[in-house]
């Protein structure tokens, strides 16, 4: 795996990975996960661009403070990072799931920094389902057991075909399982709760117009922890956005399918490089 500095951001400690040369492609990985989450896009993009992914604060090997964070705290990790690493020209700034919620509220804040925006399976508000889907993965925390854990996770994260593909392939199950494991050793219930309290109330609906960016959007059509409909109102409030589905996929396609997530934020970041590298 990648080496990860440090850097240290008044009471805690940010783990990222940084590599490449070029224009900065920001990473930010979901709900409970940390920059490994990325590993089969940071292959590909850090030899096109500069990558930077990091761990949020919570989850990988990034501090774990125990009190509720806010969505203003991620959103202000990430600007204290670029500032420590002196980074003064525009980002192109990836998401996925809550980090998709993060990559909202950080262009809403910050939109002189971001040059492009990719959102992936990202919620536009916390909605009843996602409430439903929240309490079975807080659920699963409880189970010490966690290869049963990583099964009841995935249900929810992967599509039925891709679940069936890791069952009949013992070599690609014990990788995503190992992966999970290693995540799941470091992070416990109460890092479940305190990265959810910034989730609780987020809401841009009102906001999304605002965002000016040229703007990618995916969204797995067989998601069962964020809705389509989400992905489609981004679509509908970003003026300069488009859509692109990945029929039968989860919410981790990602993973399920890095080929054409790779090839498609790659196209859409050409289309705004002042150099192609």
Avoid: C
Wanted: charged residues 20%; aromatic residues 10%; hydrophobic residues 40%.
């Amino acid at each position: 795996m990648f080496r990860i500095p440090v850097f240290k951001h008044k009471d805690i400690e940010i783990n990222y990975f940084k590599k490449g040369k070029g224009e900065i492609l920001l990473m930010i990985p979901g709900f409970t996960s940390s920059y490994e989450a990325w590993t089969l896009q940071i292959s590909y993009f850090q030899r096109k661009m500069m990558v930077i992914a990091l761990d949020n604060r919570g989850a990988g090997k990034s501090s774990k403070p125990d009190y509720p964070y806010t969505m203003d705290m991620f959103t202000n990790d990430i600007y204290a990072l670029l500032n420590h690493l002196s980074i003064e020209t525009q980002i192109h700034l990836v998401g996925h799931s809550m980090g998709g919620m993060i990559a909202q509220a950080f262009v809403l804040k910050y939109p002189e920094i971001v040059k492009t925006l990719t959102i992936l399976a990202a919620p536009t508000y916390i909605d009843d389902s996602f409430n439903q889907v929240s309490e079975q993965l807080e659920a699963s925390m409880l189970d010490p057991d966690l290869e049963a854990r990583f099964k009841k996770t995935s249900e929810l994260n992967y599509s039925e075909s891709f679940i069936k593909r890791i069952t009949q392939n013992k070599g690609l199950y014990d990788i995503i399982l190992t992966q999970f494991i290693e995540q799941s050793a470091t992070f416990t219930l109460k890092d479940y709760v305190n990265q959810k309290a910034a989730i609780l109330g987020f809401d841009t609906r009102e906001l999304l117009h605002k965002i000016s960016q040229p703007t990618l959007i995916m969204h797995g059509t067989d998601d069962k922890l964020v809705t389509l409909e989400h992905s489609k109102i981004l679509n509908e409030k970003i003026p300069n956005s488009r859509l692109e589905l990945f029929e039968g996929l989860g919410h981790s396609f990602v993973l399920e399918d890095p080929l054409k997530v790779n090839n498609l934020i790659w196209n859409f970041i050409q289309q705004h490089l002042e150099l192609i590298h």
